[in-house]
T-cell receptor, first 110, second 113 residues
Framework: SQQGEEDPQALSIQEGENATMNCSYK?????LQWYRQNSGRGLVHLIL?????REKHSGRLRVTLDTSKKSSSLLITASRAADTASYFC??????????FGAGTRLAVHP | DGGITQSPKYLFRKEGQNVTLSCEQN?????MYWYRQDPGQGLRLIYY???????QKGDIAEGYSVSREKKESFPLTVTSAQKNPTAFYLC????????????FGSGTQLSVL
C-alpha cells in the first residue's frame, strides 16, 4: 500500500536555483518525514514534521504541511550539485511503520 | 562508530537457494525494519520488529523470513519461494519505532545468477 506520492518524478535545475518537491498522501497521519538517498546508498533522514505543525526549517530546507489537503512540500534553496539525489516522503498513516512514496529524482547541474 | 551495518554489499543467489542478509546495529534501538527497493521505486516494507523475539509482516513478506534473537541483530533470509528477489535491500532502525525517524544501513544489492 502506497501512502505518499511525490511530484514531480524527476526535476532538473541549475546550481543556485530553488528546488520544490511535493508529496500527497491518503489517510490521516501523526507525522510526515523527508529522506534523501544518494545513488546506491541508504536513506538519510532530513526532517520530520508533526501533524500539528505547518512549517519547519533546517538549514537550506523548508518543509510545509497542509493536513487539510493531505500534502507536503520540500523546498531546497540555493541548490548545489551535491544536492543531486532522490528525495522521498514517508508517512506513518497511524501505523507503527513508515510508508514511502516513489521519490523525486533531483539533478542539480553546475 | 555508531550505526547500522549491512553485509554483504553485493550478493548473488542461485536458483532454489536461500540467502541471508545481515543487519547489525549498535544504536541500542528497539525497532528494526527491512525494506525492499526496486529500480526507480520507493521502499516497500518486508518485515519489522519492535522488540526482541517479536516481529510482524510488512506489505511484501511472502518469500522472506526474519529472526530477532538479539536486540542488535535482525537478519533477513530470502527463500527460494521468492521468485523475483533481485532488488536493493535496506535495513533500518529507530529507538522505539513509534513515529520516529529511521536510521538506515547502506544496503545490500541482491541479484540472481
Amino acid at each position: 500500500s502506497q501512502q505518499g506520492e511525490e511530484d514531480p518524478q524527476a526535476l532538473s535545475i541549475q546550481e543556485g536555483e530553488n528546488a520544490t518537491m511535493n508529496c500527497s498522501y491518503k489517510t490521516s497521519i501523526n507525522n510526515l518525514q523527508w529522506y534523501r538517498q544518494n545513488s546506491g546508498r541508504g536513506l538519510v533522514h532530513l526532517i520530520l514534521i508533526r501533524s500539528n505543525e505547518r512549517e519547519k526549517h533546517s538549514g537550506r530546507l523548508r518543509v510545509t504541511l497542509d493536513t487539510s489537503k493531505k500534502s507536503s512540500s520540500l523546498l531546497i534553496t540555493a541548490s548545489r550539485a551535491a544536492d543531486t539525489a532522490s528525495y522521498f516522503c514517508a508517512t506513518d498513516g497511524g501505523y507503527n511503520k513508515l510508508i514511502f512514496g516513489a521519490g523525486t529524482r533531483l539533478a542539480v547541474h553546475p | 562508530d555508531g550505526g547500522i551495518t549491512q553485509s554483504p554489499k553485493y550478493l548473488f543467489r542461485k536458483e532454489g537457494q536461500n540467502v541471508t542478509l545481515s543487519c547489525e546495529q549498535n544504536l541500542n534501538h528497539d525497532a528494526m525494519y527491512w525494506y525492499r527497493q526496486d529500480p526507480g521505486q520507493g521502499l516497500r516494507l518486508i518485515y519489522y520488529s519492535q522488540i526482541v523475539n517479536d516481529f510482524q509482516k510488512g506489505d511484501i513478506a511472502e518469500g522472506y523470513s526474519v529472526s530477532r534473537e538479539k536486540k542488535e541483530s535482525f537478519p533477513l533470509t530470502v527463500t527460494s519461494a521468492q521468485k523475483n528477489p533481485t532488488a536493493f535491500y535496506l535495513c533500518a532502525s529507530s529507538p522505539t519505532g513509534i513515529n520516529e525517524k529511521l536510521f538506515f544501513g547502506s544496503g545490500t544489492q541482491l541479484s540472481v545468477l
